[in-house]
């Protein structure tokens, strides 16, 4: 019955920005493996973030309105995504790692990750006008829960594109409401949380995760990545090291739907995704978060992050200047990590840096393939004024990995 209402109502078009394809897309979630994507490595049981022991995610997405932009009104596509490295259960603070890519964004928390290392709380992401409404929340919760508010990292990418960002429709009783939502297990991906409004190398973005294991001197270790997506160039775009993004640069372009969208807004959409208009530049921002349960101190978690980067440059990143590119990472392996206020810090003994290579390449692998379950989760939305962004063309990508020799 959930199909056949999603096949409905995708007859009507614009009424919820995407079309008939995406509408049995979304019924059913498809991952970058499920269509073939070749990756090296391997995953953990859920290839998700949440595969570090103790960490929890939780989401809450704001999709309200069509048609044209109403400051304060709509068309509403934003939300808020929270990761938790302890869980709900724990606001204790971790060590923590942070490298800047490019700093056009912004990220609080840095303070603390500069002089003592440590993340502190739920880990929030939204838009850029909800910085401090997400920051608020989880002083709420954090105080409503502990007796004590925390000072967290919160992170953003801009979603003026599709959302009606000025309005400020993000509120600290979202931050609060993702965080009670919070789960371990499986992780929503694509136009949900945070990444509702985003934008990914062209195609429409937001929220992508995936983790590896690691082996070091005979020992297991686990590391999960989880993105918000809104940054990249289209004619650089490279998954599987195939040029997607080149090839299909001549369509998909972002357009105005024709029904929801004043007659002044050009391009409008075409029914076949043709477009000769050029695809837009890097701009936009991406927030890489990292966790592991390997014990590392501050100055190899700034390294892990540092880490992150490549796996963002194996997709065809060149972190152009209009885009913030922020990684934090952090791990749980210290019950009590070394906070200001710490006066009996759990002992940790981090492994040693000629040992640490497995889990640098587990970092590279696993950002790379959430960016891609990002990109293939997330479908077609129209957002303010009718401006469309399409979701990256599952059969068109599996032709290509194809031609290219990268899938069978």
């Known amino acids: 019955m959930r199909l056949l209402t999603l096949l409905a109502l995708a ?212 590391v999960g990545v989880l993105v918000q997506c809104n940054t990249g160039d289209r004619l650089t775009l490279r998954i599987a090291g195939a040029p997607i993004g080149a090839d299909l640069s001549n369509r998909w372009q972002p357009c105005y739907d024709q029904k929801l969208s004043p007659p002044v807004r050009q391009p409008k959409c075409s029914g076949d995704g043709a477009s000769s208009q050029k695809p837009p530049p890097d701009e936009g921002s991406i927030i890489i978060v990292v966790a592991t349960d390997a014990p590392l101190i501050p100055a190899q978690l700034d390294r892990v992050a540092r880490r992150a980067a490549l796996g963002l440059g194996r997709l065809g990143s060149y972190a152009g200047n209009g885009s913030g590119d922020l990684i934090v990472s952090f791990t749980t392996a210290s019950a009590d990590a070394n906070h200001p206020d710490q006066k009996h810090p759990s002992p940790i003994t981090p492994l040693p840096n000629n040992g640490i290579d497995p889990l640098f390449k587990a970092v590279v692998e696993a950002t790379e393939e959430s960016v891609v379950n990002a990109l293939v989760a997330a479908r077609t939305m129209a957002g303010a004024d009718g401006y469309t962004f399409y979701g990256l063309p599952h059969e068109e990508l599996r032709k290509l990995l194809k031609f290219y020799g990268r899938a069978p």
């Open 11 to 222: 007859l009507t078009p614009g009424l919820l920005g995407f079309d008939l394809a995406d509408a049995v897309q979304t019924s059913q979630p498809v991952r970058a493996r499920g269509l073939g994507v070749p990756f090296e490595g391997t995953p953990g049981p859920n290839n998700a973030i949440t595969d570090v022991a103790g960490v929890e995610v939780g989401q809450v997405t704001r999709i309200e309105g069509n048609g044209p932009l109403k400051l304060g009104a709509g068309p509403i596509r934003t939300g808020v995504t929270v990761v938790l490295p302890r869980g709900r259960s724990s606001a204790n603070a971790v060590y923590g790692g942070f490298f800047n890519l490019n700093g056009n964004g912004e990220l609080t928390g840095q303070s603390y990750l500069h002089d003592f290392g440590v993340v502190i709380g739920p880990i929030g992401i939204s838009n850029t006008n909800a910085i401090g409404q997400v920051y608020t929340g989880i002083q709420q919760w954090t105080r409503q829960r502990f007796g004590e508010a925390a000072t967290p990292v919160v992170a953003e990418t801009w979603d003026g594109r599709l959302n009606d960002i000025g309005g400020f429709h993000v509120q600290p009783a979202d931050a609060v409401a993702a965080i009670e939502a919070a789960r371990s297990g499986s992780v929503e991906e694509g136009n949900v949380g945070g990444g509702t409004g985003m934008v990914c190398f062209g195609f429409k973005g937001g929220i992508g995760t995936a983790s590896r294991k690691a082996t070091i001197a005979g020992k297991s270790f686990t």
